[in-house]
């Protein structure tokens, strides 16, 4: 079958570039021939990468190990819902699915607006074929997926999937950041077709601003994931470590973030154009170089496993990019003057843009951070790390200057802010954060914090205050506006609480749903604030002996072992107690794969309230089991960060509720099926995180106690060459088993 | 499963293929229904989005008024813009919408009526005189269906024959939304249906 995929590779990179040419010609000649045959060109591409990546997910699932990637990534025990996620877990694999992504969007795109945005269709399906076809280039020249062996040279077992990725959560999370970074191809195109064709009027700002929600929302969930995935399996204790791959993805996330507050005020007002074509064509680029830098191996990271010779591709096709977006940003740079000027530095365009400021500055020390330990040892020779810490000096104060910021943003009067507006909007968000915030201090000081026996720095103390102030500053700024929208409705329409609020949501989605994305940030930030009374542990037990942190106390009871026909999985037994009463037990452990012994995983437990996380990893174990040692920590508010995610989620969802229009445009007569289907996708990629980390948190699911809970069949199959499980103090040599 | 999927794509990947290449592979005459650009379709379709974009922008603007986040002197400028704005793209949209173009009728009949109202008033004092003075004259071109030329009693509405409403043979050069002109003022019937519209 992997000829089939080959073949149809190629047919891709064939129409792609005929497809570059009839868009070309469709739009320097408004031909419809072209128009019309340019289209289909792009609904055959998306057929043909979809044909190949059907041929390498048949052969994932029938063990076709003729195929060099199938047989690197996957082996007979792996189970279907992984074999699914090794499609993705390599190189070449992460390559054709960012392709399929890129086809797929840009169908989507073509279909949407068949009828609409005619001068700008022809030029955006040239671009996007473009970007296929470079990326299809890369492929079949630089790291082809279905390479095969030999006849003769065929293995007859795979060589498995990282064990790394070996967790729900990498299977979402590598695909919701491709399709991210792929579906970013859309709104890029069009700052680029209104480049090409000439018209800067606001059209491409509209398009853009639905189509750069996509990403953005897909950004979000998978750097979401991402830190889930850090946070249970790395044994960081923390869900962003500055890792230089997390900053790849944060990167495009910070540009996109300011992008659509920024087209917002073009759209308004007319100005920022330069900005925002800028902005668009740097967003775009800052995918491709976050690619370039997790696959070329330029920088260490946990993100090792995607490293592969194709580095110097990607390095190409972003200068290429990089240098032929810049030139038409130039060529066009007379026509893109703004209609207006800023009319005071006291309105809200001025916090719009000051805004952006703080995003791309916040942009520029994480690139700085990520690259220059690089530089520096290219041109001294001497190695530095930038860590956490001074990411952390820079960062907080300049998210706690745009949390501001938000704030202000959100109630300032447009082109000139007076004292009468001051009055009407600042007064009870401003009180209300005075107020609130030593009240909740002085709360949870007594109610919880003085039971965790810590006492923060001065710094932690002032940025976490600070955090607390603003947090309740921008969550009054939107209560505020929501009270007077819906007071408002109910005045006009004689409507419920519930009714208005539903209404004011569905009629102005725009400003309500961001308005409910900046209240998942301020959820976030709490969970910031919260990390100034966190606890950090490492300490060694022995059989039976117990410790207390915080107000918890663990007893370490013993570990035993479950042996798998991949992995010998030892998990810990440790129950926690507050206060002299049983809580409930904790089961961290370490899982040790066949292939590859020499980097065991831990298989951390969490157990996860609102009010704060207990998060315990089996670091190492004495070979009889008597002593082992762990990582332990208590995290106050980290909840809120998935919450706030949630959140955050829910409102991008309510900036991108299909209107009818949208939903005709699809299929006319469609509407309610349509609607429900979109609706229900949705929701549920909203909120799988959330109900991926309740269930873990909650259950053994969490846990490596998982183990057990997996079919017995698996375990039962294999021959007994050992017992099955250790008896509390019974006595395993560990070294008996070559581990 | 995935052969299933494998045909089905491999079919639409085939079928798409054979769209690339039918707008140049057909009769000359059918290529040239390909160039058929409907400039009207384009031209309402850029109209529709700016004046939905105008809505929006009103709405917006209402709300930001009532929260104070706008000053009573901008609010009033940016409203009376967007509206003006708002109110050309619905009449180029009104002009496009069939091509009537009947704007342009209403006004040019606004303008003949005017000046036959002036002319009226200046020849017979009482627009009843006028009335009376042209059925005491008895012109026949009232009575006869303009379209088959049937005779016509003084109260039908519509041609015994044909079915033509009576009404048509004095508007036929109006466009069908006439709604304004319908029951414009009484002097319709002291003039000539040529002085009436043009």
Redesign the interface.
Known sequence: MSW?GSL?IY?ALY?AI?GIA?GAVAAIT?????L??AR??T??V???I??AS??L??AF?THDFSIKYVAGFSDHTMPTFYLLGAFWGGQAGSLLFWIWKVVLFTAICVYVNR??Y?DFMPWVMSVCMTVTAALLLILVFGSNPFEGYQLIDDPTVGQGLNPLLQTPKMILHPPALLTGMASMTIPFAFAIAALLSGNLS??WV?AARTWILIPWLFLTVGNILGGMWAYEELGWGGYWAWDPVENASFLPWLTATALIHSLLIQ??RGMLKRWNVGLMIATFLLTLFGTYITRSGLIESVHSFAQSEIGPYFLTLLITFAVSSIALFIWRWKDLKADQRLDSPVS?EAAFIFNNWMFLSMTAVVLFGTLWPRIREALTGSEIAMGPQWFNRWMIPMGLLLLLMMGVGT??????A?W??FQ??FVIPIAASIVLTPLSLVAYWFGRGQHLGVIPDEVQALYAITAILLCYFVGATIVQ?FY??MS?RRRAHDESWTESFVRLCL??KR?YGGYIVHLGIVFAFLAFAGNAMKIEKDISLKLGESVTIGDYTLTYNGLHDQHYRERIMYTATMPVERNGRHLFNMNPGRAVYHTTQEMPISEIDIRSTPMEDLYVALVNFDPSGETAAFKVFVGPFTWFFWFGGVILILGTLICLWPTRESIDSLRPGSSGLGRAAVFGMLTALTFSPIVIWTAESHTDWGSAARYSLISQAESEALPPPLPTSLEIGEHYAIDDEGV | MTVVLLVVSIAFTLAMLVQILLPFSVSREEQLSFELLDEELRQIEILVNRKVALVQTLRDLEYDWETDKISEKDYQRFKRSCERQAVAIMRRLDAIHGGRDWQNDIDRAIDERVASNLFVSEESPSPELGESADDHDGTDDALVCANCATPLEDDDLFCGKCGTPVASAEDQDLPDERPPLSDFDPLTNTSSPSEITG
């Open positions: 089939l149809a047919i129409v005929v009839l408004q031909s419809r021939r072209f019309h045959a289909f060109a609904y055959t998306f057929g043909s979809t044909v059907v041929v997910v048949h699932l009828r609409s005619q606001n059209t509209k759209e308004r809200r109630i300032i009067a447009w082109r000139k007076n009468k507006n009407r909007n506006e007077r929208g408002a009629k102005q400003r």
